[in-house]
Each structure stands twice: as structure tokens, then as C-alpha cells.
């Protein structure tokens, strides 16, 4: 921690919790377009880890694209 930095107060949240963040997008062709990257590479087990699948598909739902996965993992169907 810096020389300047103080933690006033630590007390995590220890329940599950819901955390929304707002962005302003320049570009949201680019966005959607790695998104899409970050979405294919998810479902091939290949993903960074940063994104789950259903949080990419709500990204794209929130720049107007509609996504739906026809065969998820194992052969499953998905629809979302």
C-alpha cells in the first residue's frame, strides 16, 4: 500500500451480492465485436476467466445484439 493510502474500513461484504457498473462506449461495434471474440473462446473452454458466458451474452443483449447459443457444452441446448 502507497505511504499515502489509508484503509478506513475493512469490512468485506461476507454475503453473495450483486455489483452494477456503468460505462460510458464510444464504439459499441468494437465492444460487441470483442465481446463475440470473448464469448467464442469462453464457450470453447478457452476464456480468460474475466467473463462468464451468461455475463458476455447480457453485454451484447445491452449493445443490441442478440445471441443464442444452439449447443452448449456436452451437446446441451441453450437458448438465451
Known amino acids: 500500500m502507497p505511504s ?4 478506513v474500513k475493512w469490512e468485506p461484504k461476507k454475503e453473495q451480492m450483486t455489483v452494477t457498473v456503468h460505462y460510458a462506449v464510444s464504439n459499441p461495434a468494437l465492444l460487441a465485436e470483442i465481446a463475440v471474440k470473448k464469448l467464442q ?4 473452454g478457452a476464456g ?3 467473463h462468464r458466458a451468461e455475463e458476455l451474452i447480457g453485454l451484447l443483449r445491452d449493445l443490441g445484439c442478440e445471441v443464442q447459443i444452439e449447443e452448449g457444452p456436452g451437446g ?3 437458448a438465451n
Request: glycine letters at 8%; charged letters at 35%.
Open 48 to 50: 480468460c476467466g474475466c
Open 41 to 44: 473462446r469462453e464457450l470453447l
Open 4 to 7: 499515502k493510502v489509508r484503509i
Open 76 to 78: 446441451k441446448t441453450n
